[in-house]
Structure formats: C-alpha cells, structure tokens
C-alpha cells in the first residue's frame, strides 16, 4: 500500500506532466510500414532469453506488424493479473521486453496501432486494482522512451478503453 501511494504522489506530480503531446499517437508516426516477409527470432543466440515463449511469440509474429510499422506485440499471462509482454520486429527477427509487466503491473492493458511509434500502458498499482498508472512510452530504434505518467483511482479512468481513461484523467 505504501508502495502504491508513493507511486500516486511521484506520477501524479505537475513535473511528470510535461508533455501534452505524450499519448497522442499522430504525434509520433512511425517512419514506414514493412509488407516484406516475416523473419523468425535467434533462439539460439540473440534471443535466447526469451527462447521459454517461443511457440508464444511465433504465433504472435505470424499476423505481421501491428505496432510502430515494423513490430508484433505478444501479451501472455503469468498467473492472476499478472501478464509479460515481448515486442518482437517482424522485419529483423529481433526481441525486445516491454518495460512493464509481471506482478508489480496488475492487469496490463497496452494500447498501440500500426502507424505510431507510441504504446499507451495501464496497469494497477496493487491486487486491489483501486488506482491505476497510465503511460505512455516511444519505441525508438529498438530502445523504449517513458514519455508520461497519469495515476488515478477510480472515476471511470482505470476502467474500459485506455484511451478514454487517458481523457478523463487529463480532464478532457
């Protein structure tokens, strides 16, 4: 719980807000859509660490990009409200782990289209899921960028579609 309220006060800070653009997903275009053949990750070697999720992130893959031009986004459960989340480019083979995820982030929800560079995450600060985080992060070449934090409890915000949540808490 006193994890959960010093969250609040740190994401709910004027000095986080700081970018009005940061979960406008026309705000940061991804350069281009890649139509060629999708290349399978390096078990073996790059990616080994996530070679436990392999049948997980080649079904995953098999649709082609939906996120940021290039890349197929897996969300798989591990157990309760808990879920991970690889993001893998569908033009390279390449795997990337999305920063959020696991038990400290209670029912994950993401929120990205094919034509953005931005992934919109809301997750609940504890089992209770009475107060919720939304952020927004940038995929740029391969490294994620935390842009901005909203935190909420209640009022319809954690609740529904994560861009909806994202209005009310930013009072639009």
Known sequence: MKRALILLCLFASPAFANDRNAFEFSAFPAAKTYVGPT?????KARDKEF?????????GMKDGPR????YSV??????????????????????YSFP??????????????IDSKLMVAR???????????????????????AKDALASKGDGTCSGDVSEGVAKARGY
């Open 39 to 43: 290349r399978k990750p390096d078990f």
């Open 51 to 59: 070679s436990s999720f392999r049948t997980r992130i080649l079904e």
């Open 67 to 70: 996120f940021a031009g290039e």
């Open 74 to 95: 897996i969300q798989f459960g591990c157990g309760t409200g808990c879920s991970g989340v690889v993001v893998a480019n569908n033009r390279t083979g390449q795997l």
């Open 100 to 113: 959020r995820g696991g038990e400290f982030n209670q029912a994950l929800t993401l929120d990205f289209n």
């Open 123 to 145: 997750w609940y600060t504890d089992s209770f899921w009475e107060a919720c985080v939304i952020e927004s992060f940038l995929m740029d070449d391969g490294k994620w960028i």
